[in-house]
């Protein structure tokens, strides 16, 4: 099917011309072995779109049946104390996305008795949930016709109706493309298709994502403030009650280390700051500590 321009009018043979196309492509580039296809589990939907954000599949593959395993409930991990859950996502990067899934877990099983509230208002009420993984978990889990779009999806979109032009493409413009099309009866297999066949476009041509303005590359890791971040942080998970002092001494050793310059004092507390902040532990008379008990 040629592109379309921007024109996000969709004529009836178009239409069910792309959904016939998306359907064949979906099925020829299957990717049933997922564990997270096709069960009716809420919590195991919603952990692995969690996952999903900003993370290679093969990684979350590694990660999610461990997980899983763990905390295989909502109550589960509502109840799991915040150290053991950030010790069970390391490796995954944006360690913000573990608090949310915990505090997300504390307010279903306190508020919704231990299960996921189904609307898409309800959904993004929860920490960290927007309105891809609130359509993820309706469509996924609850099989509503909910509007889906993340990075393959609008891979599909813009590659069949926006020209090679078109650049800065808005989820506003893909949203009423995306509502024409999903299928009623069948939405959750219906975005696996556009899934699978999105993934293997973006192996196949040059990326047809990089258009939307969705699109940021990703920064690189090394070196980064995430990457300082994230040592102080399995530091901390790793030394209960270690002093900031310490945790200088130890940043400033890796940073020497990998040939960077090493941080002052100053920048060192602010980067434990933020953390404390966000809800990562608590310093007091400068002594880091996850609390065990939350």
Same mark, same amino acid.
């Given at each position: 099917?040629?592109?379309?321009?921007?024109?996000?009018?969709?004529?009836?043979?178009?239409?069910?011309?792309?959904?016939?196309?998306?359907?064949?492509?979906?099925?020829?580039?299957?990717?049933?072995?997922?564990?997270?296809?096709?069960?009716?589990?809420?919590? /195991?939907?919603?952990?692995s779109?969690v996952?999903?954000?900003?993370?290679?599949?093969?990684?979350? !593959?590694?990660?999610?049946?461990?997980?899983?395993?763990?905390?295989?409930?909502?109550?589960?991990? /509502?109840?799991? @104390?915040?150290?053991?859950? +950030?010790?069970?996502?390391?490796?995954?990067?944006?360690?913000?996305?573990?608090? @949310? !899934?915990?505090?997300?877990?504390?307010?279903?099983?306190?508020e919704y008795?231990?299960?996921?509230?189904?609307?898409?208002?309800?959904?993004?009420?929860?920490?960290?949930?927007?309105?891809?993984?609130?359509?993820?978990?309706?469509?996924?889990?609850?099989?509503?016709?909910?509007?889906?779009?993340?990075?393959?999806?609008?891979?599909?979109?813009?590659?069949?109706?926006?020209?090679?032009?078109?650049?800065?493409?808005?989820?506003?413009? +893909?949203?009423? +493309?995306? =509502?024409?099309?999903?299928?009623?009866?069948?939405p959750?297999?219906?975005?696996?298709?556009?899934?699978?066949?999105?993934?293997?476009?973006?192996?196949?041509?040059?990326?047809?994502?990089?258009?939307?303005?969705?699109?940021?590359?990703?920064?690189?890791?090394?070196?980064?403030?995430?990457?300082?971040?994230?040592?102080?942080?399995? =530091?901390?998970?790793?030394?209960?009650?270690?002093?900031?002092?310490?945790? =200088?001494?130890?940043?400033?050793?890796?940073?020497?280390?990998?040939?960077? =310059?090493?941080?002052?004092s100053?920048?060192?507390?602010?980067?434990?700051?933020?953390?404390?902040?966000?809800?990562?532990?608590t310093?007091?008379d400068?002594?880091?500590?996850?609390?065990?008990?939350?």
């Amino acid at each position: 099917m040629p592109n379309k321009g921007n024109n996000t009018a969709l004529k009836a043979f178009e239409r069910e011309a792309f959904i016939s196309l998306v359907w064949e492509m979906g099925k020829a580039h299957a990717r049933n072995d997922l564990p997270w296809r096709y069960i009716g589990d809420p919590y /195991a939907v919603y952990v692995s779109e969690v996952m999903l954000q900003q993370t290679q599949v093969t990684r979350v !593959l590694k990660f999610w049946p461990a997980w899983m395993k763990a905390f295989p409930t909502i109550d589960a991990l /509502a109840a799991a @104390s915040t150290a053991d859950v +950030l010790e069970r996502w390391q490796g995954l990067g944006y360690n913000r996305r573990a608090l @949310s !899934l915990k505090r997300s877990a504390e307010i279903c099983a306190a508020e919704y008795a231990g299960s996921m509230p189904q609307s898409q208002q309800e959904l993004e009420a929860l920490p960290g949930v927007g309105p891809a993984t609130a359509a993820g978990i309706q469509a996924f889990a609850y099989e509503k016709p909910a509007v889906y779009i993340e990075t393959n999806v609008r891979a599909v979109f813009i590659h069949h109706f926006f020209a090679e032009g078109a650049e800065k493409v808005s989820d506003k413009q +893909l949203y009423p +493309l995306v =509502e024409a099309t999903c299928s009623r009866e069948e939405p959750r297999a219906w975005y696996y298709a556009l899934l699978d066949y999105g993934a293997h476009l973006k192996k196949s041509i040059p990326n047809p994502s990089r258009r939307a303005a969705a699109y940021s590359r990703q920064s690189a890791f090394e070196g980064s403030v995430r990457q300082k971040r994230s040592f102080l942080l399995r =530091e901390v998970l790793a030394h209960p009650g270690i002093s900031c002092a310490a945790l =200088e001494d130890l940043l400033n050793t890796e940073e020497r280390a990998a040939g960077r =310059e090493e941080l002052d004092s100053a920048s060192v507390l602010d980067l434990l700051k933020q953390l404390e902040c966000e809800g990562f532990f608590t310093i007091t008379d400068n002594i880091c500590m996850i609390d065990p008990n939350y």
